[in-house]
């Protein structure tokens, strides 16, 4: 399980001290915590991998936006740290989807839903996520169906 191998991914950053490692490794590991307890679990359970995956998703997309805002206020050694956090935190997801993977559904789910305007696009972007089944980048799949749509 995800959970357990990040509480062993801990002990071999300490090992090694690996600094910022450790901290990303521990930040996740109080985000597994502060799940279990949202969701009315005691702080000693594990959290199944799907509840995992969804913490570390959503640590990486702070981790983006921060990038992003630091980049945008002049704050590059900043950006540089959340960077290099956000190549840890990615290292525990899945593979995600190249843009002509998501291409590929995106123009099948055209088809289904008959759509051929942007009146729909939340719509269509949002049967597009699902039939990716969470492994494809939001932007991306945005990107695709705009581009579909122009």
């Known amino acids: 399980m995800l ?39 005691t702080p000693q359970e594990t959290l199944d991998d ?31 740290k959340e960077k290099n956090e956000l190549v840890i935190l990615e290292a525990f997801l899945p593979q995600t989807m190249s843009r002509e993977e998501i291409k590929k559904i995106a123009e099948a789910k055209k088809l289904e839903l008959g759509i051929v305007d942007k009146s729909k696009i939340g719509q269509f972007i949002g049967a597009v ?11 991306d799949v945005k990107a695709v169906v705009e581009e579909l749509l122009a």
């Open 3 to 41: 959970h357990s191998q990040i509480r062993e991914e801990i002990k071999n950053a300490m090992r090694a001290k690996e600094a910022l490692r450790l901290e990303v490794l521990r930040g996740i590991l109080t985000g597994f915590t502060n799940e279990l307890v949202a969701t009315k679990h």
């Open 50 to 80: 799907a509840g995992c995956l969804a913490v570390i998703k959503r640590q990486v997309k702070q981790r983006k936006d921060s990038y992003e805002q630091f980049m945008a206020g002049g704050r590059p050694e900043l950006a540089e």
């Open 129 to 139: 996520m699902k039939a990716c089944g969470g492994n494809a980048d939001g932007n």
